[in-house]
């Protein structure tokens, strides 16, 4: 069974700085997409940034220039780099891996990471 589990959140003030973490475990042999989203209170989950099946990656034009998302495919695990911080970026923050293959048997999955909080505040 495949659990990605998330590290790095916290609380920081405006123009901090924050790494996220995300490690898969279990047995891998494929990820066809990974990516960051996050929820705000009383808000939608967004995407935040992610690589896409080509392995481009996208940010949400809020983040675009403080954030930077990178993986290390040998260790499936996928990280966020945020910097300049801003208040707006509070959120709980999940991981999201998809259309993994675990099995040669099983239809491929997708899974999501606990979440991990963000707080930007003075």
């Known amino acids: 069974q495949v659990q990605l589990v998330e590290s790095g959140g916290g609380s920081v003030q405006p123009g901090g700085s924050l790494r996220l973490s995300c490690a898969a475990s279990?047995?891998?042999?494929?990820?066809?997409?990974m990516g960051w989203y996050r929820q705000a209170p009383g808000q939608p989950r967004d995407v935040v940034a992610n690589?896409?099946?080509?392995?481009?990656?996208n940010y949400a034009d809020s983040v675009k220039g403080r954030f930077t998302v990178t993986r290390d495919n040998a260790k499936n695990t996928l990280y966020l780099q945020m910097n300049s911080l801003k208040p707006e970026d509070t959120a709980v923050y999940y991981c999201?891996?998809?259309?993994?293959?675990?099995?040669?048997?099983?239809?491929?999955?997708?899974?999501w990471g606990q979440g991990t909080q963000v707080t930007v505040s003075s």
């Open positions: 279990g047995r891998i042999f494929s990820i066809n997409a």
């Open positions: 690589f896409s099946s080509s392995g481009i990656t």
């Open positions: 999201h891996f998809a259309h993994v293959v675990s099995s040669w048997f099983d239809p491929p999955s997708d899974y």
